[in-house]
């Protein structure tokens, strides 16, 4: 028999998929595990059990977290749910204002953010504009474009085919407009049209061919002409589908009824379209026309105004970016989801979006060498974790990226470029989680736990979900200010000991000795499998083997559930001779524990050990060293 020590001392490949089970010649495999669930991974090749989530409030419903960050002191939680934007600062409710949006349409919702000012659309509604004052008072509002002698300078398109026209019945004043088709509906009534170069305002509906019309500029003449243009954004014609800003302008990219076209304002006036004579701080206005339909879904400002649309990826260039310098290249043909709009989010130089399949994140990278942009499938080998994409957000400051679930169920993403770490691994909570956003360095999560919907916060210092922790100056038993989970069986950390589960009633637990501190909240299983061992190295396929003793070195961690082989068993943290002291907090161990089993097993994809816990308590793992015997 041949004995063979393997060391296990990087986890950075992250959670794999079994597809992978035959591939030991991948560097994934020796690097990757095959279930990493609720555990952040470390750019050191660790894992560590995830932080658990802080309750902060509960929401008014479904909906969408959006960050509001004017500068690094100031920022702010929205969370826009039906017909209702609730703001949070520094985890307090702030303002409560009225929203168009319903529960429905907040999936379409996209929006952009410059200084104090936040730009928001939807195909479907007025696009709207809320501002946070010097005072701190919040204001939503439409959008107005530049005016000017009551010229509104806004987007226009002939929507009708070219050879339509329009026969004026005067040149001022009140007057209809006759079309040579059927072009107009009750909607147009507000609208506004350019007709022979002279701006008028529809103010009544007569027919599907007539309507009524003040002209704000005196028309030239009577006669039927096929230039006119109606305004390319109103009740009938659809709302901008994105929005961005680029150069020192604002793009609108897309619209319900103009899909594949982008509009730039003038260069400074963000609100001024007007195309003028082509100069170069004048406005631009462009369809994204190819082989394929090119439906703009989202768009990232970057070194280039990156242009995501349902087939295709593009770049808009143009250094400065003028009418006559503008030029737009495809790059990759992948492709964005149609059914909601999830914000691409740049992580170290890169451009990361939910593809259309709705089964995978794609990295947008630049590279000098080919002058374009590349598309790279980053849940390739883990599509499991990944599952169907709803929401995500990046966390700078812990190099994270938070990917919400269709299931109610979110990834992470570990991501160190340079130092070649991709990790992913799957998190659940006791209920469905539901949006996510990064604030400042801040990460919130709205997570429905039965028929309600709350904010909850990423704590580093919890190892419970929708926990709330508290001190007091006097030890006491009762605990109250559980009103969130009333009904709920809670786990209870108390002065660092962990407690039987209760049952939460009137809002309060009752603890059997006095504490001065707790952590109460709903638990939640951290679990680390390893792949089996390579069979593609000394083992050999389909040969017996056993494990022979395992070191697992730890980091400031306080207990360890591991299954060997003969189920899942608690291990002692403790140095040989130590008698553990019951109602005392759990030493944080820092170290090798040394863990023998029995046992042998046939079949070459099954794991030689497994950690599963729950206990909320500290947990980090560096590496294991495994002693292994097989069979010859």
Known sequence: MTRIRELKTTFTAGEVSQELLGRGDLRAYDNGALTLKNVFIQPTGGVTRRSGLGYIDTAAGNGKLIAFEFNTEQTALLVVTDNQIDIYSGGVKEATISAPWSEAQVAQLAWTQSADTLLLVHPDVHPK?????????????????????????????????????LTPSGTSGSITLTASESVFAAGHEGTRLRVAGSEVEIT???????VTVTTIEDLPDTNPTIDWFEQALSPVRGYPVSVAFHQDRLVIGGSRDLPNRLWFSKSGDLFNFDLGEGLDDEGIEFAILSDQVNAIRGMFSSRHLQVFTSGAEWMVTGDPLTPTSVQIRRQTRTGSRIDRYIPPVNVDGATLYAARSGRAIHEFLYTDLEQAYTSRDLALLSRDVLGSPIDQDYDQKNRLLFVVREDGKFASLTVYRAEGVSAWTQHETDGLVKAVAVVGDETYMLVQRGSDHFIELFDDTLHLDSALSGEVGSPTTAWGGLDHLEGEMVSIVADGVVLPDQQVQSGSVTLSEPASSVQIGLAYTHVIEPLPPNESGNIGAGRRLRLVEGIFRLQQSAALRLDVGRGLKDISLLQFGEDPILDEPAPLVSGDISVRALGWQKDGTTPLWRIEQTAPLPFTLLSVSTEIKVND
């Open 129 to 165: 504009k809320l501002v946070r004052s010097t005072g701190g008072t919040w204001t939503l509002s439409d959008w107005s474009f530049f005016t000017d002698a009551n010229i509104v300078y806004q987007p226009y398109f002939k929507f009708a085919g070219s050879e339509v026209t």
């Open 204 to 210: 009544d509906f007569d027919s599907a061919t007539v």
